[in-house]
C-alpha cells in the first residue's frame, strides 16, 4: 500500500473530523446530542459495520488470516503492556505510572482503527478489525481494570464489561464469517446501510470531542507530552514495523498489524481514570495530541515500512 495512498486518505479522515470539530466550536452541538450520536455510533452503526463486512463479502472465507489476525492482536497487545510496565517505572506515584501504563496499551482501535482500516484496505478486512477489537475488549476489563484496582487480585465483577455490544457484534461477526451464512438481499442492504454510517459519525464524534478542547495551541506546547507522543507514534510503530515485514504471512495482514500498532491513544483509559476521580489531564492531553499527529505519523510509518 503506497503511503501517499494512506495519507490521501487519512487527510480525508481529518476533513470529517473537522466537520464535528467546527460544529462544537460554533455551538450546534450540547451534551444530549453527543450522548445520543455517541449511542448509535456504539450500539447500532459500529455493530452494524462489522457484520455487513461479513454478510456483503460473497468470497471465499479466509479462515487462516482470521487465526492470524487473533495471534498478531494477541501479540501486539503482549508487546505494549511490556513496553507500559517499563515506561511507567520512570514515574513516582501510583496514579502517573497507570496512566502511562494505559495510555501505552489501549489505543484507539475503534474510532479510528476501524475508519483506517475500511478506507485504506477495504470493507472486507474490517472483520480482522474486529479481531483486534475484541481482544482489546478483555484486555481492558482484565488487566486495564486491574491496573486501577486498589485492591489485589482479580474480579469477576469486571468482565462484566466486556459483554458490550461492541463485543457482540465483533463475535457475531466472526461466527457469521466462519459459518459462512448467507442472509436474503434485504437484510444485507439494510445492515450496510446502518454500517455506512459509522465512519463518519464516529469520526465526527472524535470532532466534537477535540472542539470541547478550549486551547489546543497550549496542549501543544507541553514538553512532557511531545516525549510520550513521539515514542508512541513514531518509535513504537516503527520498531514494530522491523519484526512485522518480516512475518511469513499475508501482506494485506501484516500491513493492518502496522496500522493497528500506528493507532493514537483511546478514549477508554481517560473515561476509567476520570471513573476513579483521578487526574485525567495527562491523559486527556495526549490522547488529543496523539489524534491529532496520526494524520501525519500514519503515513510516516508506512513510508518507512516500504524501505525496510
Not at 29 to 58: C, D, Q, R
Not at 90 to 118: A, C, H, W, Y
Not at 122 to 139: F, H, M, P
Not at 146 to 169: E, W
Request: with cysteine; charged share 15%; hydrophobic share 55%.
Amino acid at each position: 500500500m503506497n503511503h501517499f495512498v494512506v495519507l490521501q486518505q487519512m487527510v480525508v479522515i481529518l476533513i470529517l473530523v473537522m466537520g464535528g470539530f467546527v460544529c462544537q466550536r460554533i455551538g450546534k452541538v450540547n451534551e444530549t446530542n453527543k450522548k445520543f450520536l455517541s449511542f448509535l455510533v456504539v450500539n447500532i452503526f459500529n455493530p452494524a459495520l462489522l457484520i455487513s463486512s461479513v454478510i456483503t463479502n460473497h468470497e471465499e472465507r479466509d479462515y487462516t488470516s482470521v487465526f492470524v489476525s487473533f495471534a498478531m492482536a494477541i501479540a501486539m497487545f503482549a508487546i505494549f503492556i511490556i513496553i507500559g510496565a517499563f515506561a511507567s517505572r520512570t514515574q513516582k506515584e501510583k496514579s502517573d505510572r497507570v496512566t502511562l501504563n494505559l495510555m501505552f496499551i489501549f489505543s484507539n482501535l475503534g474510532f479510528i482503527g476501524l475508519p483506517v482500516i475500511k478506507n485504506v484496505l477495504g470493507d472486507k478486512y474490517v472483520i480482522y478489525n474486529a479481531i483486534y477489537n475484541l481482544v482489546y475488549n478483555i484486555v481492558f476489563y482484565t488487566y486495564g481494570i486491574s491496573l486501577t484496582s486498589t485492591k489485589k487480585g482479580f474480579k469477576l465483577a469486571n468482565l462484566k464489561g466486556i459483554f458490550s455490544i461492541g463485543t457482540v457484534g465483533a463475535v457475531v461477526a466472526i461466527t457469521l464469517f466462519f459459518l459462512n451464512i448467507r442472509m436474503p438481499l434485504i437484510v444485507e442492504e439494510s445492515v450496510q446501510y446502518f454500517g455506512a454510517s459509522c465512519v463518519p459519525l464516529a469520526l465526527f464524534m472524535i470532532g466534537i470531542t477535540l472542539g470541547e478542547e478550549k486551547s489546543l495551541f497550549r496542549i501543544l506546547k507541553l514538553k512532557r507530552n511531545w516525549i510520550f507522543v513521539f515514542v508512541k507514534m513514531f518509535i513504537i510503530p516503527v520498531v514494530c514495523a522491523i519484526g512485522i515485514k518480516y512475518l511469513p504471512i499475508k501482506e494485506e495482514l501484516k500491513f493492518l498489524g502496522l496500522l493497528m500498532f500506528a493507532m493514537p491513544v483511546g478514549s477508554l483509559p481517560l473515561l476509567l481514570l476520570a471513573e476513579k476521580g483521578w487526574d485525567c489531564t495527562f491523559a486527556s492531553n495526549v490522547t488529543i495530541m496523539t489524534t491529532i499527529v496520526s494524520v501525519l505519523s500514519i503515513p510516516f510509518v508506512v513510508f518507512v515500512y516500504q524501505f525496510l
